[in-house]
């Protein structure tokens, strides 16, 4: 398999974890550089990350893996999203007491722990990958440095984009 092959591989991966990035830009108040970056650090190892499991895993649990790993992703996201969905609705009153998560310079707070879930709920996909890579005994460490890379950039970009739309649309954009 080839480095391009493997490219498009890391853009389809990657579409998911841009989705959210976007979402996650719209409660941007503005781009924040260094949230951007740590979010896509986390979608972008995650994304690495996952296909060596698979990779590791090989064959013999390819069919417990990917016989719910779309409910496990659907789950994850579903709780994720109508989480958002909630906060979106009840405003920015409770931004100010929540206590979770890290500020940064300009205020804006990265919730870690969604931030986790939301990684391992986008990466699913990377894991059956993974193990379709160990039947076709691709090089797995090229593999995960262009899926990762190319999740990472895309995540960032989407954060910018979503950041852009947000201050256009806030509340209906969130929802």
């Keep these: 398999m080839g480095i391009t092959e493997l490219f498009l591989i890391g853009v389809g991966l990657s579409m998911d974890a841009f989705a959210v990035s976007v979402c996650k830009g719209l409660k941007m108040r503005r ?3 260094k949230n951007a970056a740590v979010i896509g650090l986390f979608f972008g190892g995650f994304q690495a990350i996952m296909p060596l499991i698979g990779w590791l895993l090989g064959k013999q649990f390819e069919k417990y893996i990917t016989s719910f790993d779309h409910w496990i ?3 994850l996201l579903a709780f994720i999203g109508g989480k ?3 906060e979106a609705i009840k405003g920015d009153d409770d931004e100010q007491n929540d206590d979770g998560g890290n500020k940064t310079s300009d205020g804006e707070k990265l919730d870690l722990k969604e931030l986790t879930m939301l990684a391992v709920a986008t990466s699913i996909d990377a894991l059956a990958v993974g193990i379709t890579f160990a039947f076709l005994k691709v090089n797995i460490l090229t ?3 262009i899926i990762g890379v190319t999740t990472f950039v ?3 970009i989407g954060v ?3 950041n852009k739309f947000g201050m256009k649309y806030k509340s209906k954009a969130e929802i």
Aim: hydrophobic share 70%; glycine share 6%.
């Design 84 to 86: 958002m969905a909630i």
């Design 73 to 75: 992703a659907f789950v």
């Design 31 to 33: 781009l924040n550089k």
């Design 143 to 145: 593999a995960i440095s």
């Design 160 to 162: 910018a984009v979503g």
């Design 154 to 156: 895309l995540s960032i």
